[in-house]
């Protein structure tokens, strides 16, 4: 069963990538020139600091030796 989104998505992907001759770099700078015309908002996110886990102090009840 064919989804007719996905395939319109493919379509306009592949007219688009052809227009570039298929050229990942020409294409990808078009994207980011096309979205800096753009003044839509945008969410930006910081790095997020992985704490470390902190170890158990005391065996879980359900390993504890019986």
Not at 30 to 47: K, N, Q, V
């Amino acid at each position: 069963m064919k989804d007719h989104i996905v395939a319109e998505i493919r379509r306009t992907r592949d007219e688009h990538a052809a227009q570039f001759n298929y050229d990942v770099d020409t294409i990808s700078a078009d994207l980011r020139r096309s979205e800096a015309e753009r003044d839509w908002p945008r969410a930006s996110f910081g790095p997020r600091r992985i704490e470390k886990p902190v170890p158990p102090t005391a065996p879980h009840p359900s390993t504890a030796a019986k």
